[in-house]
């Protein structure tokens, strides 16, 4: 469960590169190796600090844009690892590229909009070290993943960025300049300081070339040096250490050494300011002329960088930046918490509480940071802000925040819906609050009980504590009573109790007061509410509104990012059968949901991406994903998430064949405490997954079929007289199956024909084609009716041509000669062959095998084709059958 965040404007700094300086050395290697290179998907320029990757990266843009092609910027900054953030600065990004939005991903899916673009274009993204978010590093992976034929993405990193660089690099789709490249040639330094009007003589040069290994940023700030001292004075070459920090230090002191006074004490009580403009810089340095000042700084160049996009803004160089807050902390330890208060008392007033609240803690000045937030912090609670919140609270000191049990039941909150609820219950217990007579106190505790105890899978203690809890409604915060509410619906309709859950999440709506994330809560909850009940494209439009956290939009807006409707919506598109928009979502909601650490969803996260990653051919991953699901499950004491890793094994193993294996794991996966809790409630991740189903899987491909079909019968009439519509659809799929393969087919065609009716209407996909192959000749008997198809209409039938194509080749008959012993090969197969075979009936896709076999894909098709001569198979999945039935593979 992850709040959604309000609209957050994004910095013109962010959107522009720093205005580049009159008299700049043109890179032409650079250019060339660019120019080569026109074709690579991904450029990046990656060197430590100062080597000029911004500068280098600014003449790229410069000639792209000469050459008609669009271009936007991307500065990243450490808020961006906040998926939200992230997601607003690229849309705005995007925006600047003149994109329109892909057809149907709504205004906010500005990856879906770049790779919909057939228009050449590059998207510059500088400073990306700072991502180490898995979540926003996964969507630039994916955004590089998706980008069209004319698309490019330049990204400037002092790190190597784990982007899956092997593969693009393996298909010449990157392009990298190192350091090595940007190192200043003789040429190019002679070329810099006779720009700025310091020739050297050229043994100076050669020497402050050799001390600087060609490091841009050394050069730049020797060059101001040498303004003061002139070339007699470069005798402090001599002195240089040889490191880049100990060079960037050096001369940055003596830079600043150098300047006057009233420029130096500027320069050291701004350094705590993150943009500068006149207005801002005159609060914390109230005596100076601070327009003339920043115009002076801008015309010496000394490391200051207007923006483009506002020409009365600045910022300073990173790496100055750093040395001057660093040398304000050595020169004036007093005046750093003084400067703060300074800047947080100016955005206090201009009624901007966020950088209010930063500056306050930045300076250390916490009680100023605690009336701030005192004052703000529940407002931002119903706006749902909990990492902001969190943020804050984990950087002031308990013994502070101890004295505040309002703030603290704010800080539970936060924390429970960002770290997850036995951190938040460690909080609420240490804080003593429970036991407050405070009435605003009382009334969070009032919501938060029952909430945390659902949230960690004890949804029977939650049952009754939540109950006592509702008999205190209404309390003096109608945001607790409305999230109790909302917790209470979900914990009662884990009961069984469907329209006691119906009636709560309409008494939320009625005490929500405007709160963002109550909202978002509400329709999440009725979406499962309809899912549950089969009601598949409700429970879409559900998500696709708590999504966009305000009932005017039902476009899909990732910014919010919200990772309770986040995987919700995920699953809606998978049963869909959108596999990438699926895949999409979860990228950036998995991680979100695997920190809150919400059983059902993060069972539901990581199962979908296992079968998303098998269903591409990539076996190996979707196994990892399982391993890391169950290791999660024992890492945090949750048997339920170890049995559904071991549940979903088992499911893969049986596609793949593999009988004995998938046996030996449902035998691990069926835990006896944990499936009868799954079989009395109504858990949102087993409606269609649990080990009676897994089993029944099982007895189908290996066992006996007539056994499955009188297990089956029972059950669908739970199903049904529980309500359990969508766990329903499921076991009469599988009746339908047990039927055909118990040699019954008129009954199996009715059974299915019936499902598929229903499907149709609501759009489920993935619920019958999961099933495998079965279930092709099925549907390829209820196809060829006509007279059905003309009585059901044409959705039944568009429906039943939908399910039949998406099985393909891949799902043709298997059937090879029954008993007969197999056909004598023609000619053996290879070694590398029989490699490719066990690859093949493992589920591997050819690109997967490729890249496990270390050969091409033209490679891998040759392989194939030579083995289905030498087999007589007419398909990938014949051949495998055929393999198996000689014993060449398992």
């Known amino acids: 469960m992850y709040a959604p965040s309000t609209s957050v404007h994004v910095q013109p700094a962010k959107l522009s590169p720093p205005a580049a300086p009159a008299a700049q050395v043109l890179r032409q290697a650079i250019a060339r190796q660019v120019h080569e290179a026109a074709r690579a998907r ?77 228009l050449p274009f590059a998207l510059f993204l500088d400073d990306f070290e700072v991502l180490q978010s898995p979540a926003v590093i996964g969507l630039v992976r994916q955004l590089l993943d998706g980008l069209p034929r004319q698309g490019q993405l330049v990204i400037g990193s002092r790190s190597l960025p784990d982007l899956g660089l092997g593969r693009l690099r393996a298909r010449g789709q990157l392009l990298e300049i190192d350091a090595a490249l940007l190192r200043f040639s003789a040429a190019e330094a002679e070329e810099f300081f006779r720009l700025r009007g310091e020739a050297l003589p050229r043994d100076t040069l050669e020497r402050l070339l050799a001390k600087t290994e060609g490091w841009a940023g050394a050069l730049w700030l020797a060059s101001l040096a040498l303004q003061r001292h002139g070339a007699a004075g470069s005798d402090f070459v001599e002195r240089f250490s040889g490191s880049d920090r100990a060079v960037a230090d050096y001369l940055a002191e003596d830079v600043l050494a150098q300047q006057s006074e009233e420029v130096r004490d500027f320069l050291l009580r701004t350094s705590v ?118 943020r804050w609270f984990a950087a002031l000191p308990p013994e502070q925040l101890a004295g505040q049990p309002l703030l603290q039941m704010v800080a539970t909150w936060a924390e429970c ?109 009725e979406g499962v509410l309809d899912l549950a009940e089969g009601r598949l494209r409700q429970a879409a439009a559900r998500f696709r509104v708590a999504l966009s956290a305000t009932p005017r939009s039902a476009s899909y807006n990732p910014t919010q990012g919200n990772a ?75 048997p339920r998430v170890v049995a559904s890793a071991k549940l979903e094994h088992a499911r893969l193993l049986m596609l793949q064949g593999n009988r004995d294996a998938a046996a030996d794991m449902l035998e691990r996966a069926d835990d006896a405490a944990v499936w009868d809790r799954v079989r009395r409630l109504n858990l949102p991740a087993h409606p269609v997954d649990d080990i009676a189903i897994g089993r029944w899987r099982w007895q189908l491909r290996f066992g006996d079929a007539e056994a499955v079909r009188q297990a089956l019968a029972p059950a669908i009439a739970e199903a049904d007289t529980l309500a359990r519509r969508h766990r329903a659809l499921k076991l009469r799929v599988l009746l339908a199956l047990a039927q055909a393969r118990a040699g019954a087919a008129a009954e199996a065609q009715a059974v299915l024909a019936a499902v598929l009716a229903e499907t149709a209407r609501e759009g489920f996909v993935r619920l019958l084609l999961d099933e495998g192959p079965a279930l092709a000749p099925l549907l390829r008997t209820l196809q060829a009716d006509r007279a059905r198809l003309d009585e059901a209409g044409p959705i039944y039938a568009d429906h039943i041509a939908r399910l039949a194509a998406a099985f393909g080749e891949a799902h043709e008959d298997e059937s090879v000669a029954g008993d007969a012993p197999p056909a004598p090969l023609a000619e053996p197969l290879t070694r590398k062959e029989i490699r490719v075979l066990e690859l093949l009936a493992a589920g591997y896709s050819n690109a997967a095998m490729a890249e496990k076999l270390f050969v091409s894909d033209s490679t891998v098709r040759t392989h194939l084709r030579n083995i289905n001569l030498k087999l007589g198979a007419r398909s990938r999945t014949q051949a495998v059958a055929l393999a198996r039935q000689a014993g060449v593979v398992r």
């Open 417 to 525: 819906f960002t770290r997850g609820p036995w951190q938040a219950l460690q909080r609420l217990q240490a804080s003593g609050c429970e036991t407050s007579d405070d009435a605003a106190v009382r009334a969070h505790v009032n919501g938060l009980q029952p909430l945390l105890l659902a949230m960690m899978d004890h949804p029977e203690d939650a049952y009754p504590v939540g109950h006592a809890n509702l008999r205190r409604l209404p309390t003096c915060r109608a945001f607790a009573d409305s999230a109790l509410a909302n917790a209470m619906a979900y914990i009662v309709s884990v009961m069984g109790e469907q329209h006691e859950a119906h009636r709560l999440l309409d008494a939320a709506r009625r005490s929500q007061a405007g709160s963002i994330f109550n909202r978002m809560y509400t329709e999440a909850m």
């Open 42 to 118: 991904l450029l990046l320029v990656r060197a430590p600090a100062g080597f000029g990757k911004t500068t280098a990266m600014h003449q790229m843009r410069d000639r792209l844009e000469a050459e008609g092609i669009a271009t936007a910027w991307l500065t990243l900054d450490g808020a961006d690892n906040d998926v939200p953030r992230f997601l607003q600065s690229l849309g705005a990004a995007v925006q600047a590229l003149g994109i329109e939005p892909a057809p149907g991903s709504g205004l906010g899916d500005p990856i879906a909009a770049l790779g919909h673009d057939a």
């Open 564 to 638: 309770w409707a986040g995987v919700l919506h995920a699953g809606v598109l998978y049963e869909g059968d959108d596999l990438a928009g699926a895949e999409h979502l979860l990228s950036v909601y998995l991680p979100l949901a695997r920190d809150v650490g919400l059983p059902d969803h993060v069972i539901a996260a990581y199962r979908m991406r296992a079968r998303i990653a098998f269903l591409q051919g990539d076996v190996d991953s979707a196994f990892q994903l399982l391993t890391e699901l169950e290791y999660l499950g024992h890492d945090r004491q949750l």
């Open 273 to 390: 300011l993150r943009v500068l403009d006149a207005r801002v810089c005159a609060a914390v340095a109230p005596r100076a002329d601070c327009a003339a000042l920043l115009a002076q700084l801008e015309a010496g160049h000394l490391f200051l960088a207007p923006l483009a996009s506002d020409a009365r803004s600045y910022r300073y160089h990173s790496l100055f930046a750093d040395f001057l807050r660093a040398q304000l902390a050595r020169e004036r330890p007093g005046d750093v918490a003084r400067l703060h208060l300074a800047a947080s008392g100016w955005y206090e007033a201009e009624g901007r509480p966020v950088p209010a609240i930063d500056h306050a803690i930045e300076g250390g000045d916490h009680p100023h940071a605690l009336a701030l937030l005192a004052r703000h912090a529940e407002r931002f609670l119903e706006e749902g802000r909990m990492r902001l919140l969190d």
